[in-house]
């Protein structure tokens, strides 16, 4: 069974940088486009960038100019660099290979949810 692995969460000060990586044990990430989502305690997940096979990057508004996926086909791998962070970032994060690459409306997944990374900013 292929499975979405996320890691690379921690507690950060708010202006500080994480570097989050996703790695799925089959090929679902090198052979489809890939997104990030978020979760806030009592909030509905939502994508925060997407990427496409061919690495072409979009993010949520939020995020712009902050935040920069980028993947590593060879290693089935996708990552979420987060710098600037601010305490309304703090959510648990997650990967999942999709269907297109539009943040609104947002693709459907095409995989089971991994167990998610949590970041904490604090202010």
């Known amino acids: 069974q292929v499975q979405l692995v996320e890691s690379g969460g921690g507690v950060v000060q708010a202006g500080g940088s994480l570097k989050l990586s996703c790695e799925a044990s089959g090929e679902i990430l090198s052979l489809n486009h890939a997104g990030w989502y978020r979760q806030a305690p009592g909030k509905q997940r939502e994508l925060v960038a997407t990427?496409?096979?061919?690495?072409?990057?979009k993010y949520e508004d939020s995020v712009k100019g902050r935040f920069i996926i980028s993947r590593d086909n060879a290693k089935n791998t996708v990552y979420l660099q987060m710098n600037s962070l601010r305490p309304e970032d703090t959510a648990a994060y997650y990967c999942?290979?999709?269907?297109?690459?539009?943040?609104?409306?947002?693709?459907?997944?095409?995989?089971?949810w991994g167990q998610g990374t949590q970041v904490t900013v604090s202010s």
């Open positions: 990427i496409s096979i061919g690495g072409y990057a």
């Open positions: 999942n290979p999709i269907r297109g690459v539009t943040i609104t409306p947002p693709p459907p997944v095409k995989w089971a």
